[in-house]
C-alpha cells in the first residue's frame, strides 16, 4: 500500500489539523486522542510517511527508528504512567483495524487495563 499524504496524521503534522501537542521532536509528534480509550491516551507518530510498523520497521534509517522509539518512552515519561504501569499498542491492517494509514503507537494509561484482547 502506498501512503496517502491525505490522511489525518499527514494533515496534523503539516498544522493543517489542529491537536492538544504533548510532545514534539526530530522523528516523532505526540499529542492526545480526540476520542480517549482511557485516561491517559495519546498518539505517537513519526514525522516519516510510514503506512504500517511493517512499513517502519523494513524502511526507516536506524536513528530514525531509535528517535521514534526513544520518543515514546520520552512521552510516557512525561505524562507521568511509567510508575502504575501503561500499555503501548500499534495495529497494523485491516484485521487489527488499523483506522488511519499512517504508523502510529497509543499510548493507554491511567486505569487497570484489563487483559490484553477481549474474549
Known sequence: MAYD??????????GEIPCNKVFEDDFA????DINPQAPTH???IPKGAYVSMDD?????PEKEAAGFWRAVGSVAREQGVTGAGYRILANH????????????????AGRNLGPMLAR
Open 93 to 108: 491492517g485491516r484485521d487489527a483495524n488499523q483506522e488511519v494509514p499512517h504508523f502510529h503507537v497509543h499510548i493507554f
Open 29 to 32: 509528534f505526540a499529542f492526545h
Open 42 to 44: 495519546v498518539l505517537v
Open 5 to 14: 499524504s491525505e490522511n489525518i496524521f499527514a494533515k496534523i503534522l503539516r
Open 56 to 60: 517502519f520497521s523494513a524502511n526507516a
